[in-house]
């Protein structure tokens, strides 16, 4: 099948792919802008990073055999700039960090710290002043999730020291993130301004994730659509649990913990889907392994998790490897396939690149090896969602003005056809009432018309009258000078004699030579009177024959007049046979009485 071209759609489609992604591109900058703001903009609270302020002790400080209490007087406190990545971790799980706390004016002063790995017990002036999650006096505790702290320092007036007990199981121990401290209320607003545009981001990319849905529920392509509302939805789910707005809408940071790993280990699943879906003619040949290998990575951490010992925040680690190698390879897939689907497949092939290059800078500000960026990494992701949104709907209205186009040319088509197929029926029609020769009514149209006139004259009672004529010697005529000078004699004898008639009479061809014409709501005379006038035209024609002399013809006329106002007989049919028969009767009463006259009749009822 010959698709039409739409030259137009398609480059109104392709510049529309090109400006949403730039739109879209333009979109995420502006809404991630809130989010990476710098808290230069804001009221700067104190961040302790100052030499001398922090010392660390790896493993738990002994305990006083008098008072059953810490002693932190113990003298192995080794100094260090800032506790983000306490060194020589080893095999131990607990550390204990010494903060001086500074001079300041403060109404209720508060630490916020974000970023303790993972359980935590604060002490000041010789109490527990601030805990989260459990760490047994032995040193033993269980992963309680990655919340944000406020820790109150009213209590540190005296010493001006803190301690932190701070246990952790994973790869890293420190106090990685932000520390500020500040009155409560300023830490809190400065949670909620955070917080609330991240809030915000998570709830459009659940909506993109929404709309994809949809999408894939009511359209035909739905693949893309799904996998992409999929995504979304786990992007919008991943953006929100890492949110420190999370934490004040459900105070459970372990199950918020729990659905940013799964859901962050979750996305090359949906990459992989939807990459499988986008190319779906031709699929990368990884792509479906990709898809089992990536499903088996949360499936196998969420058993080990709950099976074993193991922490599925040690997962971390192993994840982003897995991650970078997992785009990697889709991409090298995409890169083979591109070509085959034109510039929506470039266009998903730059989301994946851009998004590989965010998840590396992600990855590597992570883990210190260049400086903490934000969170890139979920940029590209949201742009990348964004992004194949847009080409998604891009590609659909691009099919939709393909189908229209389709219809209208097909519709176009059709009533094209439809219009030759009335024509064709309409010459059908016309030539089965024709004579092929003569172009008049052929017996079998003539007896039809005829029919339904003597039906009329009966009903109105109008007068009508049929005329037989046959040429006479015709055969001589074939004989002498061949059928095409017959046949032109025929053709313009026809010619002649209709033109002397009027519109509705019927001119037909009854047989070979021998023709009818019937005259309705004719009175006798006025019939009388045209048929002499025909004879006389017919007797007046002239042929050239080919010797070169002129042929006259003749013919015999046999005329029936049906007069109104009589007792008729109710079958119309057997009157026409009547009105023929007595016809046929009187023209051969000419021709046996030497041809080239007329002689007319009335009527006669026959029982
Ligand atoms: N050229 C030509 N001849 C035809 C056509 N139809 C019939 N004829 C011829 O018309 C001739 C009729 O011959 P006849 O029936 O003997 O009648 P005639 O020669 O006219 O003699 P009369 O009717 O007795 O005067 C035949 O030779 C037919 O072949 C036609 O369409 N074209």
Redesign the pocket.
Same mark, same amino acid.
């Given at each position: 099948m010959q698709f039409p071209k739409v030259d137009l759609s398609d480059r109104i489609a392709s510049t529309l792919s090109g400006f949403s992604v730039f739109v879209i591109s333009v979109l995420c900058m502006l809404l991630s802008a809130p989010l990476s703001a710098s808290p230069e903009n804001e009221r700067q609270p104190l961040s302790l990073d100052f030499d001398g302020l922090w010392s660390y002790s790896w493993g738990d400080l002994p305990v006083s055999e008098t008072t059953g209490t810490w002693q932190f007087d113990h003298p192995h406190w080794t100094p260090i700039r800032f506790p983000d990545v306490i060194p020589d971790k080893g095999s131990h799980n607990i550390a204990w960090i010494r903060l001086q706390v500074p001079e300041g004016q403060w109404k209720n002063p508060y630490l916020f710290i974000n970023s303790v790995d993972l359980t935590l017990q604060v002490f000041a002036a010789g109490r527990n002043v601030y805990q989260f999650g459990e760490i047994t006096p032995e040193g033993e505790s269980h992963f309680a999730g990655w919340p944000w702290h406020l820790v109150p320092v009213a209590d540190v007036s005296g010493s001006g020291v803190m301690y932190f007990r701070v246990f952790s199981d994973y790869p890293f121990l420190g106090l990685s993130g932000e520390i500020s401290l500040d009155d409560k209320s300023e830490l809190l607003e400065r949670v909620y301004a955070r917080g609330l545009p991240g809030t915000f981001i998570a709830i459009t990319v659940l909506l993109v994730g929404v709309i994809s849905m949809i999408l894939g529920m009511i359209k035909k392509d739905r693949g893309v659509a799904l996998a992409n509302g999929c995504l979304s939805i786990d992007l919008a789910l991943m953006i929100f649990a890492e949110n420190e707005f999370s934490q004040l809408v459900w105070l459970d940071p372990l199950t918020w913990r729990y659905i940013a790993a799964f859901t962050y280990f979750m996305i090359p699943v949906f990459l992989a889907w939807g990459i499988r879906e986008w190319f779906k003619r031709s699929p990368p040949k990884v792509a479906a392994p990709m898809l089992v290998i990536t499903l088996l990575f949360p499936v196998t951490v969420a058993l080990l998790s709950v099976f074993s010992d193991f922490s599925f925040v040690n997962a971390y680690p192993y994840f982003d490897v897995f991650f970078i190698v997992s785009v990697l390879v889709l991409w090298a897939g995409c890169y083979a396939r591109f070509r085959r689907v034109g510039s929506q497949g470039l266009l998903v092939l730059f989301g994946i690149t851009a998004l590989f290059v965010s998840l590396l800078l992600d990855m590597l500000s992570a883990h210190g090896l260049i400086d903490w960026i934000g969170k890139t990494g979920q940029w590209g992701l949201v742009f990348y969602t964004f992004a194949s949104l847009a080409v998604y709907l891009v590609k659909d209205w691009k099919q939709q003005v393909m189908l229209h186009s389709l219809t209208h040319s097909l519709e176009h088509k059709v009533a094209e056809r439809t219009r030759e197929l009335n024509e064709s029926k309409l010459q059908l029609e016309q030539l089965a009432r024709e004579d092929y +020769?003569t172009k008049i009514l052929n017996r079998r149209a003539f007896m039809e018309a005829a029919a339904l006139e003597v039906s009329n004259a009966l009903r109105y009672q109008r007068p009508l009258t049929l005329v037989m004529f046959?040429?006479?010697?015709?055969?001589?005529?074939?004989?002498d000078y061949g059928?095409?000078?017959?046949?032109d004699? +025929?053709t313009e004898l026809t010619r002649a004699l209709k033109a002397e008639c009027r519109e509705g009479d019927l001119f037909g061809r009854y047989?070979?030579?021998e023709f009818v014409i019937l005259l309705n709501s004719t009175e006798t005379d006025q019939a009388e009177n045209l048929v002499k006038r025909l004879h006389s035209v017919l007797s007046q024609l002239q042929f050239i024959e080919p010797s070169g002399g002129v042929l006259n013809i003749t013919a015999?006329f046999g005329v029936v007049s049906l007069p109104p106002l009589q007792k008729m007989p109710a079958d119309s049919g057997l009157l026409l046979d009547q009105l023929l028969m007595q016809a046929d009767e009187a023209m051969y009463s000419v021709?046996n009485g030497g041809?080239n006259g007329i002689q007319f009749r009335e009527w006669v009822a026959v029982a």
């Amino acid at each position: 099948m010959q698709f039409p071209k739409v030259d137009l759609s398609d480059r109104i489609a392709s510049t529309l792919s090109g400006f949403s992604v730039f739109v879209i591109s333009v979109l995420c900058m502006l809404l991630s802008a809130p989010l990476s703001a710098s808290p230069e903009n804001e009221r700067q609270p104190l961040s302790l990073d100052f030499d001398g302020l922090w010392s660390y002790s790896w493993g738990d400080l002994p305990v006083s055999e008098t008072t059953g209490t810490w002693q932190f007087d113990h003298p192995h406190w080794t100094p260090i700039r800032f506790p983000d990545v306490i060194p020589d971790k080893g095999s131990h799980n607990i550390a204990w960090i010494r903060l001086q706390v500074p001079e300041g004016q403060w109404k209720n002063p508060y630490l916020f710290i974000n970023s303790v790995d993972l359980t935590l017990q604060v002490f000041a002036a010789g109490r527990n002043v601030y805990q989260f999650g459990e760490i047994t006096p032995e040193g033993e505790s269980h992963f309680a999730g990655w919340p944000w702290h406020l820790v109150p320092v009213a209590d540190v007036s005296g010493s001006g020291v803190m301690y932190f007990r701070v246990f952790s199981d994973y790869p890293f121990l420190g106090l990685s993130g932000e520390i500020s401290l500040d009155d409560k209320s300023e830490l809190l607003e400065r949670v909620y301004a955070r917080g609330l545009p991240g809030t915000f981001i998570a709830i459009t990319v659940l909506l993109v994730g929404v709309i994809s849905m949809i999408l894939g529920m009511i359209k035909k392509d739905r693949g893309v659509a799904l996998a992409n509302g999929c995504l979304s939805i786990d992007l919008a789910l991943m953006i929100f649990a890492e949110n420190e707005f999370s934490q004040l809408v459900w105070l459970d940071p372990l199950t918020w913990r729990y659905i940013a790993a799964f859901t962050y280990f979750m996305i090359p699943v949906f990459l992989a889907w939807g990459i499988r879906e986008w190319f779906k003619r031709s699929p990368p040949k990884v792509a479906a392994p990709m898809l089992v290998i990536t499903l088996l990575f949360p499936v196998t951490v969420a058993l080990l998790s709950v099976f074993s010992d193991f922490s599925f925040v040690n997962a971390y680690p192993y994840f982003d490897v897995f991650f970078i190698v997992s785009v990697l390879v889709l991409w090298a897939g995409c890169y083979a396939r591109f070509r085959r689907v034109g510039s929506q497949g470039l266009l998903v092939l730059f989301g994946i690149t851009a998004l590989f290059v965010s998840l590396l800078l992600d990855m590597l500000s992570a883990h210190g090896l260049i400086d903490w960026i934000g969170k890139t990494g979920q940029w590209g992701l949201v742009f990348y969602t964004f992004a194949s949104l847009a080409v998604y709907l891009v590609k659909d209205w691009k099919q939709q003005v393909m189908l229209h186009s389709l219809t209208h040319s097909l519709e176009h088509k059709v009533a094209e056809r439809t219009r030759e197929l009335n024509e064709s029926k309409l010459q059908l029609e016309q030539l089965a009432r024709e004579d092929y +020769l003569t172009k008049i009514l052929n017996r079998r149209a003539f007896m039809e018309a005829a029919a339904l006139e003597v039906s009329n004259a009966l009903r109105y009672q109008r007068p009508l009258t049929l005329v037989m004529f046959d040429v006479d010697h015709f055969k001589q005529i074939n004989d002498d000078y061949g059928h095409a000078m017959g046949d032109d004699v +025929l053709t313009e004898l026809t010619r002649a004699l209709k033109a002397e008639c009027r519109e509705g009479d019927l001119f037909g061809r009854y047989g070979g030579e021998e023709f009818v014409i019937l005259l309705n709501s004719t009175e006798t005379d006025q019939a009388e009177n045209l048929v002499k006038r025909l004879h006389s035209v017919l007797s007046q024609l002239q042929f050239i024959e080919p010797s070169g002399g002129v042929l006259n013809i003749t013919a015999s006329f046999g005329v029936v007049s049906l007069p109104p106002l009589q007792k008729m007989p109710a079958d119309s049919g057997l009157l026409l046979d009547q009105l023929l028969m007595q016809a046929d009767e009187a023209m051969y009463s000419v021709k046996n009485g030497g041809r080239n006259g007329i002689q007319f009749r009335e009527w006669v009822a026959v029982a």
